[in-house]
């Protein structure tokens, strides 16, 4: 019966549209502001996530999130490379510096300025030359989105010189750096540079990175370090978690985006309810056909959820279809922060299932209560 | 002698209070195997509440309805979908074929409802299709045919499972005079076996002489069956 069920369904093809359309917009809705939302939050511990050889990061007591630097003592550094369990540490800088062109084009950077010796705290991935290259003469590496909005249209090309506060800097590598929650151009530069780039003066360290020794767990390192130095230590994944949480409650975008998703879902129930219910309502007859004929109830029920269900699965399948090509074509160039993680898409599926059912409940509940003698009225 | 179908004192209520309407009022009527029995009278008289409660659709307040044996009257709800299912046809005033099927599939249907597979049960539909003079018609959906054609299609998805009781609402309603007189002699042709009982509502009163037998309704009762005999004796004497 389930073929003559899918027979009915795409027979009367401008209602089998309008429901594949419902559910694909508001599926759309929820995908796409789903991705957005998630997208952003994980921007704001861009940082963070790309420095992933990093299990440890300690900065001043007060500091809420990654963004709310406090320079901690030099000294510091020594303290925490003390600390039982700790197999390295090293200083990061962070500030924002002003930049501007040979040609006049002022943007504002976020400088990461990552330890001379061993360069940890960059990003793995480069697009033109190396981490290395960061030794060369006041040499820095820049995002390449950074790249794109200060020669917009313009092809890559390594040795551009510009000024970071008044001192020359020599591009020397182009990174695929995670995008900033800020929008901020993203540089990194070896320590000892970055804060001669930096206004805020020298000798600020603004975080110390760390890894556990083999056998200690980042959480158990940290809890050390913050019991044996005073200052805040966390793992890289509370940190990240510590940052989104930051944004999630003191600024306005879980809402904003919550109630979108909200209103997608309504949106998909209003919609697919109301078609599948006109949809239902044309077919009562051939229903009650069917089961004046001896269909039974429960039958007629798995016929109807077999049309509910292909109905979502197709305007679902469409849906992750365009976000997915939509998050690769917005990511290709500025646009960064696109996220469809198979979560989200998951997540995407459960809704798309609550609507469904939410949507079908009037419609079952029509066929159940069926009296096959409709059919006997004129 | 054994009645295939036997009703007594089967009374239906619908609604309650000043609103109630009682379709059935103590009726009482014997349906004899291997024949046509025509059920008519005027509207509202409870011809289609009856046959309803006949076949298995609704349950009446009080009385008993036995159909082959079975008291169809007490039945549960699956019981009757099954006993539907085996033993009952349909064939309906405004056909109601599922547009989106052909004709041998929706002749097929009972069969399909029944557990057969698509390929059997589309055989068996053919060859009461090619019976029924539709062999050129056999892949065509329901708007590509005519009223005529339609009904024939409505007869063999009726007929295709080989029930006991073949259950007509106003089957001529829908045609024009030729179509009407042929669909009915298609259906005594085909239907009315030694052991198959036909049992047609009608307010058409040019096919009466398809009947075996003619029930008159009214008011909710049955208050005369006439014979064959008597109803060409009356038709000569008018």
Known sequence: ?378 | MEFAISCRDVFKTFGTGERAARALRGVSLDVRPGEMTLLVGPSGCGKTTLISAIAAMLTPDSGAIEVFGQNVAKMSIGARTMFRRRTVGFVFQQFNLLPALTATENASLPLRIAGRSAAEANRAAAILLERLGLADHLDRYPDQLSGGQQQRVAIARGLVHAPRLLVCDEPTASLDAANGQAAMAIMRETAVQADRTVIVVTHDDRIYHFADRIAHMDDGRVIDVVAQERVQHQEHAA
């Open chain 1, 1 to 378: 019966m389930g073929v003559i069920a899918l027979r009915m369904l795409f027979g009367d093809r401008a209602k089998y549209l309008g429901l594949i359309f419902g559910v694909a917009f508001s599926t759309l809705l929820i995908a796409q502001q789903g991705g957005l939302f998630v997208g952003l939050m994980l921007r704001t511990a861009a940082v963070i996530a790309d420095a992933q050889e990093v299990d440890i990061w300690v900065m001043d007591p007060q500091a809420r999130y990654l963004d709310t630097v406090r320079a901690m003592r030099p000294t510091e550094l020594p303290r925490v490379r003390g600390v039982d369990g700790v197999a390295w540490a090293v200083p990061l800088y962070k500030a924002t510096v002003p930049l501007k062109t040979l040609d006049g084009r002022i943007e504002n950077t976020m400088m990461l300025g990552v330890d001379d010796a061993t360069l940890i705290g960059a990003t793995s991935r480069f697009v033109m030359g190396t981490l290395e290259d960061l030794r060369k003469p006041d040499g820095i590496a820049i995002d390449r989105a950074g790249y794109q909005r200060l020669w917009p249209g313009e092809p890559l090309r390594l040795g551009r010189e510009l000024e970071l506060n008044d001192s020359r800097a020599v591009i020397v590598a182009i990174t695929d750096a995670s995008a900033a929650f800020t929008a901020n151009i993203i540089m990194y530069a070896p320590f000892s540079r970055a804060t001669a780039y930096s206004p805020q003066g020298r000798n600020s360290v603004s975080f110390i990175l760390a890894r556990a020794a083999a056998g200690h767990t980042p959480d158990a390192v940290a809890a050390a370090i913050s019991a044996q130095t005073g200052l805040q230590a966390l793992s890289a994944a509370n940190f990240r978690w510590k940052t989104i949480k930051f944004f999630l409650q003191n600024t306005g975008i879980p809402i904003s985006f919550g109630v979108v998703i909200v209103l997608g879902v309504v949106v998909g129930v209003a919609i697919v309810g109301l078609t599948f219910n006109i949809f239902v309502a044309e077919n009562l007859r051939q229903y009650g056909a069917l089961k004046a004929m001896g269909l039974s109830n429960l039958s007629l029920v798995g016929l109807v959820m077999l049309q509910a269900t292909v109905v979502g699965a197709v305007g679902y399948g469409i849906v992750l279809g365009i976000a997915a090509m939509f998050f690769r074509f917005a990511t290709q160039g500025e646009l960064r922060g696109f996220y469809l993680p198979w979560w989200i898409a998951a997540g995407v599926a459960g809704l798309t299932l609550l609507i469904m059912l939410l949507a079908t409940v009037g419609s079952l509940r029509r066929v159940v209560v069926l009296d096959p003698a409709i059919v006997f009225r004129s």
